[in-house]
């Protein structure tokens, strides 16, 4: 089975500080995603990265960062955290869009609370 | 870009009736559609994808329809039960991304 594993479940952080979100899959996937989650707005796209050292801005991306030193780690950075950065934070990773099964699968999700 | 809205925010059925969820997307290049489930405190999890060479696909309980003319996909749920009750969200490929819309509360009443 794949798995996604983020760092944490539950963060608290202040403002300003400077946050990395982990994320790790076990499938050797090329494709790697992060979402954030909020209600009424469903999924929106950050960030994401087809190979290693490569990355491409999502829907969303101000205020992120991303590092894709390894295929199987993909990290989410906030600069300076801000209280809109309050979210429910979703990684995925998936196989390339050539491939004939293309899903994302997500890790459990990160809940980050900006004080 | 794409863009992927689902219909209703929420909807209620009783235990063993069956469920339509239904989405609707903007990018006709679009060739590939997911619908996931999200159950409370978790990430979202795969039930079914379809392709756009495709019109119908079935699973076990679910089966997703899509209808290219009007760019709208459905997701329906025989016999749902209590356990079927999560957030439902479709999402529609983008390039490799995937695009996803709101997302529909299914709550089941027994």
């Known amino acids: 089975d794949v798995k996604v594993t983020q760092s944490s479940r539950y963060l608290v952080k202040r403002t300003g500080e400077k946050v990395f979100l982990e994320c790790v899959q076990d499938?050797?996937?090329?494709?790697m995603f992060w979402y954030r989650q909020d209600p009424g707005l469903g999924l929106r796209l950050i960030y994401f990265?087809?190979?290693?050292?490569?990355?491409e801005k999502g829907d969303i991306p101000e205020g992120y960062s991303v590092s894709r030193e390894k295929k199987e780690r993909f990290s989410l950075i906030l600069e300076s955290a801000s209280t809109n950065q309050t979210s429910m934070y979703l990684c995925?990773?998936?196989?390339?869009?050539?491939?004939?099964?293309?899903?994302?699968?997500f890790g459990q999700g990160t809940r980050l609370t900006v004080v | 870009g794409e863009s992927v809205g689902l219909h209703l925010p929420t909807l209620s059925v009783q235990e063993g009736d069956n469920s339509i969820i239904n989405c609707a997307y903007s990018?006709?290049?679009?060739?590939?559609f997911i619908w996931y489930k999200q159950e409370s405190g978790k990430g979202p999890q795969f039930i079914i994808d379809?392709?756009?060479?495709?019109d119908k696909r079935q699973g076990q309980r679910v089966t997703v329809l899509l209808n290219k003319t009007v760019k709208h996909l459905s997701l329906q749920i025989a016999a749902t039960q209590p356990g079927d009750s999560a957030v439902y969200f479709c999402?529609?490929?983008?390039?490799?991304?995937?695009?996803f819309g709101q997302g529909t509360e299914l709550s089941v009443k027994p």
């Open positions: 995925a990773s998936s196989l390339p869009s050539t491939a004939s099964n293309t899903e994302a699968f």
């Open positions: 990265s087809y190979d290693v050292k490569m990355k």
């Open positions: 499938m050797d996937h090329e494709n």
């Open positions: 990018n006709s290049a679009s060739d590939y």
């Open positions: 379809i392709r756009s060479n495709m």
């Open positions: 999402a529609g490929d983008e390039g490799g991304k995937l695009i």
